[in-house]
């Protein structure tokens, strides 16, 4: 009788050992959840948004700079909040590193009529130098500037 009382004991601490433990893999994988959405994306999801764009950095060719205007406009009729638009313009980006995203709906650069006149103003035979700028708190694309190359 007593090998058998202290064998419950053995296999109850046992059991409590595996509850604690699996209640630590429990908080920890909740904490790190945590950290990863208050930055809101992995990095494999910020290149995949991102590639859409990065395809068309450099020197381009005016069809593939209108092809790029065809994507931001499709991209900003898209976005659910004004912060997930894309600015594009025709003047450099004087910091590519800090651009933040805009903060309004009909934000400067991310309207369709404005972009359309972007786009109007391309010229397939030339050649325009296509810049991306980056928030730097999202690592996302938030600007991108096409300026004809001299």
Not at 14 to 37: E, K, P
Not at 47 to 69: I, P
Not at 82 to 100: G, V
């Amino acid at each position: 009788m007593e090998n058998a009382s202290k064998a419950l004991i053995i296999a109850g601490a046992i059991l409590l050992s595996i509850a604690i433990i699996g209640v630590g893999m429990f908080v920890f994988q909740n904490v790190s959840g945590l950290i990863t959405s208050s930055s809101g994306m992995s990095q494999e999801q910020i290149d995949t948004y991102n590639g859409d764009f990065t395809m068309y950095e450099g020197d381009v060719r005016g069809t593939k700079a209108k092809q790029l205007c065809k994507t931001v406009r499709t991209h900003n009729l898209n976005a659910q909040d004004p912060s997930e638009k894309i600015i594009l313009q025709t003047t450099d980006i004087s910091d590519p590193e800090n651009c933040p995203a805009p903060t309004k709906d009909g934000a400067t650069g991310t309207t369709t009529t404005e972009i359309n006149t972007i786009d109007s103003s391309l010229l397939s035979g030339k050649t325009y130098t296509v810049t991306l700028g980056y928030d730097k708190s999202s690592g996302l694309v938030t600007t991108i500037s096409i300026v004809e190359k001299k």
